[in-house]
Nanobody, 121 residues
Framework: VQLQASGGGEVQAGDSLRLSCAAS??????MAWFRQAPGKEREFVAG????????NYADSVQGRFTISRANAGNTVSLQMNNLKPEDSAVYYC?????????????????WGQGTLVTVSS
């Protein structure tokens, strides 16, 4: 499975961005977004199951970010609204074949290359 993320950029606080991740190869049960800011550990942002019915969000993005899945489950998007400077990070999409959304990055087998999001105040 190969993951290709896109959509990052530089925006002002309060703006919106939409990240997308296209997966090739075998369809994964769970797809997720993680992020890593400079000097900080990688953290879970949001995850979605194959059907798109189950979604989990980090508390820090709940109500502002929306994860969705399309294209027979091979594309996952992250709509980010009301962005804050603390959302600045490299965002990675990840996937795992087993069911069950988890916030532990070690459980994800496949990772995209990352896309940079910078939010200025």
């Amino acid at each position: 499975v190969q993951l290709q993320a896109s959509g990052g950029g530089e925006v002002q606080a309060g703006d919106s961005l939409r990240l997308s991740c296209a997966a090739s190869g075998r369809t994964s049960s769970v797809m997720a977004w993680f992020r890593q800011a400079p000097g900080k550990e990688r953290e879970f942002v949001a995850g979605i199951n194959f059907s798109g019915v189950r979604k989990n969000y980090a508390d820090s993005v709940q109500g502002r970010f929306t994860i969705s899945r399309a294209n027979a489950g091979n594309t996952v998007s992250l709509q980010m609204n009301n962005l804050k400077p603390e959302d600045s990070a490299v965002y990675y999409c990840a996937a795992k074949p087993q069911a069950g959304i988890t916030s532990a990055g070690a459980n994800y087998y496949y990772w995209g290359q990352g896309t940079l999001v910078t939010v200025s105040s």
